[in-house]
């Protein structure tokens, strides 16, 4: 932003809809539209008006701020009523606490563990391939993703069904849950359809199996060196732990968190691998180099430099969490506009990620972009991880378990799509393709 901040609303808007026509019909295609409009652009979904975030400064100013513009507003009812009131969900008042709480499960020291847990599942998965087989990446990179984040929570190996019906739960649960945050009529959520009771049914299921688990945990009072054990394992400076429902709650968040968002990276990451044969090609020679036919290791993680610039640069493309809002706390001042209390403030790294004059050709995909450093780019400029106070505490995590996974697939397998197929995204919490068909075979000399 340079001068003056530009305010703009978004044009076509309809009575009583506003815009959630074009929004539900393209919502990446619709949010990129508006920096035209302005660096503070108005749109309406139903009743409901957001002020829209086109510029680094101002979503850098937002994040920062977060007793100002904190979670909370009508979007954050609807989650809460799904997810609880944990770290992800929970407004600035809980927050602090919390996360003090919450931040020695990503403590450092806890990581080459965790990568070790990670490693096993790749392990187990690469190996159970077959050539010429053609799989849904997605669902597969999921499925990895999901025991890496169930066997790193809970150290528990689930037997399949247990495990097939959370899977189930969660997709439900993170579907529903979208199209709850975004309808502004609550009491259609209450209709007793089909729909609203398959939410309903698989959204108690998930609880009474965190439920169950954490009674297990208290019962036998051991470290399985996991989440779970370090959130039951917590004192604040009074001696006290988190609650049961906390727990409950944070193994909620951490659930969700952890599984929506590494997953489809890493699918994407295949996919974009497979559009670029040179980038493919030098990223062969990365992991044949460091790795010599192994499966990647936590130590390998410094030598990786490309795979990183891949994942980062996938991130910037297709940030898994596409859209994020905060409300706020006091009347206040944006971009020289007045913002009255409980005013909607959305923001999406998708918007910020694909201008042109901080990411030239945003549409390329080019891990090469972050050879030079990135400080260079502005504050606010890329947040596929948020920022400030409320910045994800999985970061290093996700980043570990995707830089493992796609190096270790890559060292033997290559994807490639199958003719026809597209990836086609499907408004949800993430930016997830519905399903990303491709062929894998194993590399010749691999
Ligand atoms: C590629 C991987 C990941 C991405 C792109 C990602 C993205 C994000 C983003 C954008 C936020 C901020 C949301 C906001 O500003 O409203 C966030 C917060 C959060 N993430 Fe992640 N995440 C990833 C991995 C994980 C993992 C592995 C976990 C847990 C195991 C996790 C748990 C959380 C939690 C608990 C928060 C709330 C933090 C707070 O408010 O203090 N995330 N994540």
Known sequence: MTGNPRIGSAPGELPLLGHAVPFAKGPLDFLSSLPVHGDLVKIKLGPVSYHVLCDPALVHQVLVDDRTYDKGGAVYEQVRTVAGNGLATCVHRDHRRQRRLTQPAFHHDRLPGYARVMSSEITAMTESWTEGRKVDVLATMNELITNIVV????????????????????????????????????????????????????????????????????????????LLSMLLAVRDENGQGLTDTEIHDQVFAFYLGGSETAAPSLAWSLYLLACDPLVRQRLHDEVDAVLDGRLAEYDDLPQLDLTRRVITETLRLHPPAWLLTRVTTKDTELAGQHLPIGSNVLYSPHIVQQRADLFPGPERFDPDRWLDDSTRLPPGAYTPFGGGARKCIGEVFGMTEATLALASVVAHWQFDPLPGAHARLTPRLSSTPRSLPMSMRKRRGA
């Open 151 to 226: 066997r790193t929570l809970f150290a528990a190996h689930l037997d399949a069904s247990t495990f097939k019906e959370l899977r189930l739960c969660l997709h439900i649960v993170m579907t529903g849950m979208m199209r709850r945050m975004l309808m502004p009529w609550s009491f259609v959520n209450r209709i007793p359809t089909p729909g609203n009771r398959r939410f309903d049914q698989a959204r108690s299921g998930l609880r009474r199996y965190v439920a169950q688990v954490v009674a297990d945990y208290r019962r036998a009072g051991v470290d399985h060196g996991d």
